[in-house]
C-alpha cells in the first residue's frame, strides 16, 4: 500500500465481460497476488478506475477483453501516468486478440505473467486523442468484428471480415474514401490512396494478413494499415486466396506500414471499432506513440514477430 492508503496495484474487474464466468476465478487469483480489485458497473467505469489508481499504482491490470485493456490503457494515460505505471492484461473477454499477441494464453498464466513475466515498452496508437492497443478497424460492422472467430481470422486474416461481414449484412455500402500516410521529408504525403473501400484495417499490436503470425511488430513505431477496396465478394475472395492470403498487394488490396495516417470519408461520417469501443467521425488522425506503454508479456511474445529466431521468456 502506499503512504496514503492507495493499493500499488490494482486490478480493473469487467464482471460482465466474455462468458461471465470468470469472476470467482480471477478475485481468488487477485486476492492472493495482492490486488485491490475494482468491479466495474457501467460505462466508463474501466478508464476511471485506471485514471484514479494510476497516480499511486506501480500496476494496474485489465480483466476482461479487448476493451476493458483499451478502457484501462486510456486510463493511465489520462492520468498522465504511462512512464510510471505497467498495464497486466488478464484475458476475460470473448476473443482477447490483444493477450493473444503478447504471449498470455489463460487467467492464471496472466498472473504468472504479472508476476515474473518480462515487461516490454510497446508502442500506442492515437486516433484523434483515443488511445488503442491492438487495433482500428473502420467499415466494418462491430457485429460482424466481434462474430468472427478468433480461428477464422488467425487462419483467413482479412478474408474471415470480407465472408462474415457478407454472411453477416448481407451486403455493404462501399466508403469513399481519401487516405494519407506519414509525409516525406520534401513534404509530401507518402502512400496516398483514394478510391472506395469496403473497409480500412489498421494493426497496431495486429495485423489483418493470414500468412504470417497475428502479432504485429509493435516495438517498431509503425502502424500495418490493409485497405480492402471495393470489389466483388467473389472475385475479392478468389483473388485474394491467390495471393497467399494477403501477404502482399493484389488488385484490391492495398497493405502500408507508416507511423501516421489520415483518413478522410467523402461523404458521411465513418464508424471505427478501436479494440472494439466505437468512434464515429468524417475525418479520423491516426500515429503511433513510440514506447509509450510499459506492459506485462509472455515468453510467446516476439519484439520481431517475423524473425525465425526464438527470445526465450521467463514465462
Avoid at 476465478?25 to 460505462?43: C, H, M, N, P
Avoid at 458521411?268 to 506485462?296: C, K, R, W
Wanted: aromatic share 4%.
Amino acid at each position: 500500500m502506499g503512504s496514503d492508503g492507495a493499493s500499488d496495484r490494482v486490478l480493473v474487474l469487467n464482471p460482465v465481460s466474455g462468458s461471465g464466468d470468470h469472476v470467482d476465478e480471477v478475485v481468488e487469483l487477485a486476492a492472493d497476488r495482492g490486488f485491490e480489485i475494482r468491479k466495474t458497473e457501467k460505462g466508463g467505469d474501466a478508464k476511471r478506475f485506471a485514471r484514479e489508481a494510476a497516480p499511486e499504482a506501480d500496476l494496474v491490470a485489465a480483466a476482461g477483453g479487448d476493451g476493458t485493456v483499451n478502457a484501462v490503457a486510456n486510463g493511465v494515460a489520462a492520468a498522465d501516468a504511462l512512464e510510471s505505471t505497467t498495464v497486466g492484461v488478464v484475458p476475460a473477454g470473448t476473443g482477447n486478440n490483444f493477450a493473444s499477441n503478447i504471449g498470455i494464453r489463460g487467467l492464471e498464466h496472466a498472473f504468472d505473467v504479472i508476476e515474473d513475466g518480462r515487461r516490454r515498452r510497446i508502442d500506442l496508437g492515437i486516433a484523434n486523442d483515443r488511445i488503442f492497443v491492438n487495433s482500428c478497424v473502420g467499415g466494418i460492422t462491430a457485429e460482424a468484428s466481434s462474430e468472427t472467430s478468433s480461428e477464422s481470422k488467425a487462419n483467413l486474416g482479412v478474408l474471415a471480415y470480407v465472408k462474415n461481414t457478407v454472411g453477416t449484412v448481407g451486403s455493404f455500402d462501399s466508403l469513399p474514401l481519401r487516405l494519407k500516410a506519414a509525409t516525406r521529408p520534401d513534404g509530401e504525403h507518402a502512400h496516398a490512396w483514394e478510391g472506395e473501400a469496403l473497409f480500412v484495417l489498421v494493426g497496431n499490436c495486429r495485423r489483418f494478413t493470414g500468412a504470417r503470425t497475428a502479432q504485429a511488430d509493435v516495438e517498431d513505431g509503425l502502424f500495418e494499415v490493409t485497405i480492402v477496396e471495393d470489389a466483388a465478394v467473389t472475385e475479392l475472395l478468389g483473388g485474394a486466396a491467390r495471393q497467399g492470403l494477403l501477404d502482399a498487394d493484389s488488385d484490391c488490396i492495398i497493405t502500408r506500414r507508416t507511423p501516421s495516417l489520415e483518413i478522410e470519408s467523402r461523404r458521411d461520417a465513418v464508424e471505427y471499432s478501436l479494440d472494439g469501443e466505437m468512434l464515429e467521425t468524417e475525418t479520423l488522425h491516426l500515429e503511433t506513440d513510440a514506447s509509450a506503454l510499459e506492459i506485462a508479456v509472455g515468453s510467446e511474445y516476439r519484439i520481431d514477430p517475423d524473425e525465425e529466431a526464438t527470445n526465450g521468456g521467463l514465462v
